[in-house]
């Protein structure tokens, strides 16, 4: 059973889900404690933003202002292509 190994049988409580949603959402929260600022969240949020279940996202300052956000099925969606490959090809357009 994952996770036994990790915890004192004591401490371990298995997750459980009633429902689908349940279960990604257990996940999700999950691989946001364990993947935080690894960048590889990227892949779930562009999965997500395919079937419509990503809401606007908000970059905020420390301050709290809105420096950028994220729509819905934006354009945006997609990773800048690496800076060493532009300088390997210059006249390739950007994405």
Excluded: C
Excluded at 4 to 12: D, G, V
């Amino acid at each position: 059973m994952p996770g036994t190994n990790r915890f004192s049988p004591a401490n371990y409580t298995p997750l459980t889900a009633a429902t689908t949603d349940q279960a990604i959402n257990a996940v999700l929260d999950e691989r946001r404690r364990e993947l935080a600022f690894k960048g590889i969240r990227w892949s779930d949020m562009k999965r997500f933003d395919k079937e419509g279940r990503m809401p606007v996202i908000n970059r905020l300052s420390s301050t709290g202002t809105i420096l950028a956000t994220l729509n819905p099925h934006d354009k945006n969606y997609t990773l800048q292509i690496p800076l060493m490959v532009q300088s390997f090809n210059p006249s390739m357009p950007l994405n």
